[in-house]
């Protein structure tokens, strides 16, 4: 008798969980495309093979996305984008900012920048959704049960070209005021989220009627 041999991520394949994370991590996280991996497993007689893998595994890591975008979304989570034409999304926890929810960012990648992608992407989700300046959201905020927290860095990079390349009163004012409220920030880090929302009340509030 021989006992049978354990399952394997992809029914019939070769490949072990360590080799699909290291292409997978490979693609997302270090930016590195398939063409250009399969470039370099062909240096060791694997031209194609990590093509066709490709197609196996594919459908494997959408459950565990889903999985991770619905624990995600249901912790009252943001949500940020890479400024592409596509659209990769990354629906992120709030465990670094003191919420009890295990660390996980999941990436959900979409074909175009239509509105409906994160509105498909963010059905059932209740709470505060932090976002870039991309206008498509505005649909998702119309429905009046998720408001939109504008992020303070994005806006924060148009003063910064401005006041880079030399002298600009105004924009290196603005700097400086932002900077009150990533001391702040960082201050309340980890704290509770009653103890955050009432040093902001208390602190933040003040600063940006003043900067408004």
Same mark, same amino acid.
């Given at each position: 008798?021989?006992?049978?041999?354990?399952?394997?991520?992809?029914?019939?394949?070769?490949?072990?969980?360590?080799?699909?994370?290291?292409?997978?991590?490979?693609?997302?996280?270090?930016?590195l495309p398939l063409y250009r991996q399969a470039q370099i497993? $062909?240096?060791?007689g694997m031209s194609s093979i990590i093509r066709r893998w %490709?197609? &196996? +595994? /594919?459908?494997?890591?959408?459950? =565990? *996305?889903?999985?991770?975008?619905?624990?995600?979304?249901?912790?009252?989570?943001?949500?940020?984008? $890479?400024?592409?034409?596509?659209?990769?999304?990354?629906?992120?926890? %709030?465990? &670094? +900012? /003191?919420?009890?929810?295990?660390? =996980? *960012?999941?990436?959900?990648y979409a074909p175009d920048r239509k509105a409906d992608r994160?509105?498909?992407?963010?059905?059932?989700?209740?709470?505060?959704?932090?976002?870039?300046?991309?206008? &498509?959201? /505005?649909?998702?905020?119309?429905?009046?049960?998720?408001?939109?927290?504008?992020?303070?860095?994005?806006?924060?990079?148009?003063?910064?070209?401005?006041?880079?390349?030399?002298?600009?009163?105004?924009?290196?004012?603005?700097?400086?005021?932002?900077?009150?409220?990533?001391?702040?920030?960082?201050?309340?880090?980890?704290?509770?989220?009653?103890?955050?929302?009432?040093?902001?009340?208390?602190?933040?509030?003040?600063?940006?009627?003043?900067?408004?």
């Amino acid at each position: 008798m021989q006992a049978p041999a354990p399952a394997r991520l992809i029914e019939g394949g070769l490949p072990t969980e360590a080799t699909v994370a290291q292409v997978l991590v490979s693609e997302y996280a270090d930016h590195l495309p398939l063409y250009r991996q399969a470039q370099i497993y $062909a240096r060791q007689g694997m031209s194609s093979i990590i093509r066709r893998w %490709r197609t &196996g +595994w /594919g459908r494997q890591p959408s459950t =565990c *996305v889903r999985c991770m975008s619905a624990c995600s979304a249901s912790s009252g989570n943001g949500e940020s984008c $890479a400024p592409t034409r596509s659209r990769p999304r990354a629906h992120q926890d %709030r465990s &670094g +900012w /003191g919420g009890a929810d295990p660390p =996980c *960012v999941a990436y959900v990648y979409a074909p175009d920048r239509k509105a409906d992608r994160p509105i498909a992407h963010l059905a059932g989700f209740k709470g505060i959704l932090q976002v870039d300046g991309y206008a &498509g959201y /505005g649909k998702r905020a119309e429905r009046g049960d998720v408001p939109l927290a504008f992020c303070w860095s994005h806006m924060r990079r148009n003063f910064d070209e401005v006041a880079t390349p030399g002298p600009a009163p105004i924009a290196g004012e603005v700097l400086k005021h932002i900077a009150e409220f990533y001391a702040i920030e960082k201050d309340i880090r980890g704290r509770s989220a009653e103890e955050r929302r009432l040093v902001r009340q208390q602190k933040s509030r003040p600063l940006a009627d003043a900067f408004q």
